[in-house]
């Protein structure tokens, strides 16, 4: 996409977002009055091919036709990150008509909830002690405060339980967290403006966002393929989650989601400035698939 040249590592890697350029081909015409799925057909031929502008004409045209039309709306979001002069907040626009059109909600925001600590021997990536929500699929943790006094980091969370360090005796914990609920299975146009969202997020340096879409993609969407250029997959889904993460300090996330793709050799300690680059490396791996 054009605008990967926003997305960019603040150390030593430099990474694309599976991005290309496109090569442009001749369009053809129709040699009778088009229907709707001949018209999408040579839409997305020609946004394949790299013809951008005509591929744009024929989605637009769709649209005219029905403002409700999801895989039209898709097609123009895409479309708006490839021309010349990317245009990421209406790409947003469209790719969020969609979700709304869908009415269904794959995020729901907790506030502050108070949870029991506890602390136990094994816990990862020493932690010594954790917090068990009544909410499960935890896609984003935004602060873990402690009474009386700020939890100290590192931390990191997996689907129901949040982990950190502390030296304070057993007491109340506050949290805020993002949750993951489906509510009905979401189909691939769905999914697909989804992954839009969040890759938009990430070149918008929004990490947060970025990850609140893109983990929930990588947790539960295994088959993810987008069959377009650029032909987003499922491992590209898991680096770039773990890039985002990783720019917000959640190393421990990190690493959870590059485990994902079956890594073995993954550092004992994420939050070791050491694993640094180990981890960067694999993202770069999975980004570029």
Same mark, same amino acid.
């Given at each position: 996409?054009?605008?990967?040249?926003?997305?960019?590592?603040?150390?030593?890697?430099?990474?694309?977002?599976?991005?290309?350029?496109?090569?442009?081909?001749?369009?053809?015409?129709?040699?009778?009055?088009?229907?709707?799925?001949?018209?999408?057909?040579?839409?997305?031929?020609?946004?394949?091919?790299?013809?951008?502008?005509?591929?744009?004409?024929?989605?637009?045209?769709?649209?005219?036709?029905?403002?409700?039309?999801?895989?039209?709306?898709?097609?123009?979001?895409?479309?708006?990150?490839?021309?010349?002069?990317?245009?990421?907040?209406?790409?947003?626009?469209?790719?969020?008509?969609?979700?709304?059109?869908?009415?269904?909600?794959?995020?729901?925001? /907790?506030?502050?909830?108070? *949870?029991?600590? =506890?602390?136990?021997? @094994? %816990?990862?990536?020493? &932690?010594?002690?954790?917090?068990?929500?009544?909410?499960?699929?935890?896609?984003?943790?935004?602060?873990?405060?402690?009474?009386?006094?700020?939890?100290?980091?590192?931390?990191?969370?997996?689907?129901?339980?949040?982990?950190?360090?502390?030296?304070?005796?057993?007491?109340?914990?506050?949290?805020?967290?993002?949750?993951?609920?489906?509510?009905?299975?979401?189909?691939?146009?769905?999914?697909?403006?989804?992954?839009?969202?969040?890759?938009?997020?990430?070149?918008?340096?929004?990490?947060?966002?970025?990850?609140?879409?893109?983990?929930?993609?990588?947790?539960?969407?295994?088959?993810?393929?987008?069959?377009?250029?650029?032909?987003?997959?499922?491992?590209? /889904?898991?680096?770039?989650? *773990?890039?985002? =993460?990783?720019?917000? @300090? %959640?190393?421990?996330? &990190?690493?959870?989601?590059?485990?994902?793709?079956?890594?073995?050799?993954?550092?004992?300690?994420?939050?070791?400035?050491?694993?640094?680059?180990?981890?960067?490396?694999?993202?770069?791996?999975?980004?570029?698939?």
């Amino acid at each position: 996409m054009k605008f990967k040249n926003k997305i960019i590592f603040p150390l030593v890697l430099s990474l694309s977002i599976i991005l290309f350029t496109g090569c442009k081909k001749k369009e053809t015409t129709f040699s009778e009055e088009p229907s709707r799925d001949a018209i999408l057909q040579r839409a997305w031929s020609n946004y394949d091919m790299g013809n951008f502008e005509i591929a744009e004409f024929w989605f637009d045209s769709l649209i005219a036709l029905n403002l409700q039309d999801r895989e039209a709306l898709l097609g123009k979001g895409y479309t708006l990150l490839e021309r010349e002069e990317y245009d990421l907040s209406s790409a947003l626009s469209y790719f969020s008509l969609i979700l709304a059109l869908d009415g269904v909600s794959l995020v729901e925001k /907790i506030f502050k909830e108070i *949870a029991n600590v =506890y602390t136990g021997a @094994g %816990l990862p990536y020493g &932690a010594t002690w954790a917090i068990r929500t009544n909410k499960r699929n935890i896609i984003w943790v935004s602060s873990v405060i402690e009474a009386p006094a700020d939890v100290h980091k590192p931390f990191y969370f997996d689907d129901t339980l949040v982990y950190f360090k502390s030296t304070l005796p057993d007491t109340l914990v506050y949290i805020d967290y993002v949750t993951y609920v489906p509510q009905v299975p979401p189909d691939d146009i769905f999914l697909w403006a989804w992954a839009g969202i969040g890759f938009i997020y990430l070149a918008q340096e929004k990490n947060t966002l970025a990850a609140e879409y893109l983990s929930s993609l990588a947790r539960r969407s295994r088959g993810f393929y987008f069959p377009h250029y650029p032909f987003i997959k499922y491992t590209n /889904i898991l680096g770039s989650a *773990a890039y985002a =993460y990783f720019r917000e @300090g %959640l190393y421990g996330n &990190a690493v959870d989601v590059l485990k994902l793709s079956g890594w073995s050799d993954y550092p004992s300690d994420p939050f070791d400035p050491a694993s640094y680059f180990k981890i960067l490396s694999k993202i770069e791996e999975l980004m570029n698939d």
